[in-house]
Each structure stands twice: as C-alpha cells, then as structure tokens.
Nanobody
Framework: QLQLVESGGGLVQPGGSLRLSCAASGFTLEHYTIGWFRQAPGKEREGVSCISSSGDNTSYADSVKGRFTISRDNAKNTVYLQMNSLKPEDTAVYYC???????????????WGQGTQVTVSS
C-alpha cells in the first residue's frame, strides 16, 4: 500500500527548531520529487518547499527561505524538513506529497500524507 507518513511536529517556542520527516512506503521515493506544504486554520494550503528526486535541486517559499532546509535520504526512503528560527506564523499542519511529474514543484501531486501539526507559541 502506497503511503506517505509525516512525523516530527509539535509545540515549540518562537525561535526554536523542529525537523519533520516524510517516510514513504509502497514505492521507491528516489524516483520522485517530493513537496512539503502547510495549511493554517482559515487559510489556503501553501507550498513550502520541494526537492528533486536526486536531491540536487530544491525550492523554497519566500516566507521560509534561509530558515527551512529540505533534504532527503533515499536509502531510508525519507524526506526531511529542518525548520529553524520558527515564528508563530509558521503554525500549521504540514503535509508532504509526491509530485506526479512536469516542471519541478508545479502541481499536480498525487499522494499526500496525513499531516503533522506544528505549533509555534510561547
């Protein structure tokens, strides 16, 4: 069964860090570009970052550039999102998704994880 499972979310103070993981099962992650997205209450889902299948190319939303780092370990079938200098506005449910193909990071994405909650608050 094809699955993406996110983990690593939690409650953190402003300025703190978290590392999210996106573990794949049922398919070989190294063949796919993977994206991270987030959705805050009352807001639309937004793209945060994505990484090419090889890991050579990455992309970030302006709001997280310089603070978040995406990486992947294809041997572990896992993609990571290191989040530093977290701000209250980073509070959201974070999702990873498998890119179908075409221009890097541009939708569509076909499989999504269930999400992991990140809350940044003092």
């Amino acid at each position: 069964q094809l699955q993406l499972v996110e983990s690593g979310g939690g409650l953190v103070q402003p300025g703190g860090s978290l590392r999210l993981s996106c573990a794949a099962s049922g398919f070989t992650l190294e063949h796919y570009t993977i994206g991270w997205f987030r959705q805050a209450p009352g807001k639309e889902r937004e793209g945060v970052s994505c990484i090419s299948s090889s890991g050579d190319n990455t992309s970030y939303a302006d709001s997280v550039k310089g603070r978040f780092t995406i990486s992947r370990d294809n041997a572990k079938n896992t993609v990571y999102l290191q989040m530093n200098s977290l701000k209250p506005e980073d509070t959201a449910v974070y999702y990873c998704a498998r890119h179908v193909g075409g221009p890097m990071c541009v939708p569509p994405y076909d499989y999504w994880g269930q999400g992991t909650q990140v809350t940044v608050s003092s």
